[in-house]
């Protein structure tokens, strides 16, 4: 039964911890609002993943593209729009550093973002578009590399540069995308020109004033950016615009499809505990012969005898099963308690696809690998059975 066991178990974990990681990341997504439209450098397929997914570095997407769409001409329903280049660099201050993401931004940061300060002030458009050596950093930046001093006014080391901190943000929820906590934000130019020494944008965003005009705005966005990349077909597209709910079909395809695959594979230590159950099954034939030639000589049928080492394998693999999936449960609320205490909303998540698939490959299992013991017990010969010591 261990192999039961350790097999349903594996399954249902599996399959807990994938709902609870698609609840998490699907539930930031949406949370960031469903007005929310996002441009990524790069083609790719509407129902695939954009090509900075796969580390591929495009340098197709200009903030001037992005200054276009708020000219009212060419998208009338975006209201606000955010430019992004974002590089992992290392923060200093006296002997403690800070690993973080550097966040260079410029145009309606707060009402795109949603995020609050703290204490201190945010950059002004000005300052976003100018080369100025300034930051705004997260709570968590704050706490790590300040400890209980007060960053405000503090100079910082990023990639031998001196920074000023003029602010620190509120903290906010982690999510399953990233911790906004952990960003050093700064102005775009100060990442483009000194940090990183390029004339493109990571990403933006953009948020529409109206969800239902969602199709309409993303529609202006791409001809917008065709116009400006001089691009005269679709196909030729070098850049890919993506609604949050683009976002959450692609996440849940993915990660449904992590899910079931890791649960396949977890399911295949199940064949290990079918073998175990077969042999067991095979020694009970082999040691209870003469009660097979007994019951056979007082008229008992070959379909009975199969019928009952049948039911007797079936029920070993349940009660392995019914372990198993308890097993399973009890390691799945545990691991949901200690994501939970790491600041993640993680839901504790039993599915009934879950407890269909534990119990229907217990059962399967408990068939399969009970049917040659069963029919062999069957053919053995009454005569045989009794003369067998």
Do not use: C
């Not at 850049?239 to 949050?244: A, E, G, L, T």
């Not at 290990?272 to 042999?279: A, P």
């Not at 790491?342 to 534990?358: E, H, M, P, Q, R």
């Amino acid at each position: 039964m261990l192999g039961i066991i350790i097999g349903v178990g594996a399954v249902v974990l599996i399959m807990s911890l994938g709902a609870g990681a698609q609840s998490l990341i699907v539930g930031q997504l949406d949370s960031l609002g469903s007005d929310l439209v996002a441009i990524i450098p790069g083609a790719s397929e509407e129902t695939g993943p954009p090509a900075v997914a796969y580390g591929i570095v495009i340098t197709s997407l200009k903030h001037e593209d992005i200054l276009a769409l708020k000219d009212k001409h060419n998208s009338p329903d975006v209201t606000y729009a955010l430019s992004y280049y974002t590089t992992d660099q290392t923060a200093y201050w006296r002997d403690a550093s800070y690993d973080a993401s550097i966040m260079g931004v410029s145009g309606d940061y707060f009402e795109v973002e949603k995020m609050e300060m703290a204490t201190g002030r945010f950059f002004s458009q000005e300052e976003m578009n100018s080369p100025l050596r300034l930051a705004v950093i997260g709570s968590e930046v704050a706490k790590d590399l300040f400890g209980g001093n007060d960053p405000l006014g503090k100079s910082i080391k990023i990639k031998n540069q001196t920074v000023e901190v003029i602010g620190v943000f509120a903290e906010k929820g982690k999510n399953g995308i990233s911790n906004p906590n952990q960003n050093i934000v700064v102005p775009l130019a100060f990442t483009q020109k000194i940090l990183a020494g390029v004339n493109y944008i990571s990403l933006a965003r953009v948020r529409v004033n109206n969800v239902k005009n969602i199709n309409i705005a993303m529609s202006d966005i791409r001809a917008t950016i065709r116009d400006k990349h001089n691009i005269t077909d679709p196909a030729d597209d070098d850049f890919n615009v993506r609604s949050i709910k683009d976002a959450l079909e692609l996440v849940t395809t993915i990660t449904n499809a992590i899910k079931y695959f890791l649960a396949a594979m977890a399911a295949l230590s199940l064949l290990v505990g079918g073998v175990g159950i077969m042999n067991i099954m095979l020694v009970s034939v082999k040691e209870r012969t003469r009660e097979i030639g007994l019951r056979k000589a007082l008229g008992a049928r070959g379909k009975q005898i199969k019928e009952q080492f049948l039911l007797e394998a079936i029920a070993l693999t349940l009660v392995g099963g019914i372990i198993g999936f308890v097993i399973g449960i009890l390691l799945a609320f545990l691991v949901s308690l200690v994501v939970n205490a790491l600041g993640y909303d993680w839901k504790f998540v039993i599915s009934v696809s879950a407890f269909l698939i534990a119990f229907g490959l217990s059962t399967f299992i408990g068939v399969v690998f009970g049917l040659y013991p069963a029919a062999k017990a069957a053919k053995l010969d009454p005569i045989d059975a009794l003369r067998y010591e």
